[in-house]
């Protein structure tokens, strides 16, 4: 099993910046892409940004120019730098990884983490 957690929400006035962290573990053969997804209330999940094992990344595009991901491959890890928050930015953010378990687990398998809250509020 693949095991996915977050880590590093919390409250933060508008304006400010927050960071968080994903680390996964488990039976890990090999990583394929990992992202950031987060879910308002009353909202449907939305992909925030995602980054390859090689390091390409893409940005929705209401979080661009603020947010960057980044991965620590020898850590299995990933990082979300969140920057000028916004009200809307609240949300609870979740982060999935695509992960092969062995040689022969070709396609791997999302795995998804519970989630972190982060709250914008003066």
């Known amino acids: 099993q693949v095991q996915v957690a977050e880590s590093g929400g919390g409250l933060v006035e508008p304006g400010g910046s927050l960071r968080l962290s994903c680390a996964s573990s488990?039976?890990?053969?090999?990583?394929?892409?990992m992202g950031w997804y987060r879910q308002a209330p009353g909202k449907q999940r939305e992909m925030v940004a995602t980054?390859?094992?090689?390091?390409?990344?893409t940005y929705s595009d209401s979080v661009k120019g603020r947010f960057t991901i980044s991965r620590d491959n020898a850590k299995n890890t990933i990082y979300l730098q969140m920057n000028s928050l916004k009200p809307e930015d609240a949300a609870v953010y979740y982060c999935?990884?695509?992960?092969?378990?062995?040689?022969?687990?070709?396609?791997?398998?999302?795995?998804w983490g519970i989630g972190s809250q982060v709250t914008v509020s003066p």
């Open positions: 999935r990884v695509r992960a092969r378990v062995g040689p022969l687990d070709y396609n791997g398998k999302d795995y």
């Open positions: 980054i390859t094992s090689g390091g390409r990344t």
């Open positions: 488990g039976d890990i053969y090999r990583i394929n892409d």
